[in-house]
């Protein structure tokens, strides 16, 4: 029963990894693309790519490498933000402990 679910799950895995190594070629507008349909994959299939969040944005689909994204740490409100050098999107997220410890 769950086989068509199974199958999108790797299709949207191989996805991210194939917009990965684009992004690396840098490759932008195929990066996308990948990215796009890894998304919609996702949206057909009510698969959660929260796994993935982090790595492109969710409003242009640009992966994220060093070039196109800058990370910042906001320790005032234990917060990251990425911001996307593409388009200029802000995502925020919750401080990672691990983060966290490295300070201490
Ligand atoms: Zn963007």
Redesign the pocket.
């Known amino acids: 029963m769950e086989k068509p679910k199974k199958i999108a799950k790797e299709r949207i895995k191989k996805l991210f990894d194939l917009a990965e190594q684009e992004a690396k070629k840098e490759k932008w507008e195929k990066s996308r693309r990948y990215v796009e349909l890894a998304r919609r994959i996702a949206m057909k299939f009510n698969i959660s790519i929260s796994r993935y969040k982090r790595k492109f ?6 992966y994220f490498t060093s070039k ?1 994204v800058r990370v910042r740490t906001q320790k005032k409100d234990m917060r990251v933000t990425y911001t ?6 802000i995502q925020r997220y919750p401080y990672i402990k691990e983060k966290l410890k490295r300070k201490a």
């Open positions: 944005c969710k409003k242009c689909n640009t196109t996307c050098l593409v388009c200029g999107n």
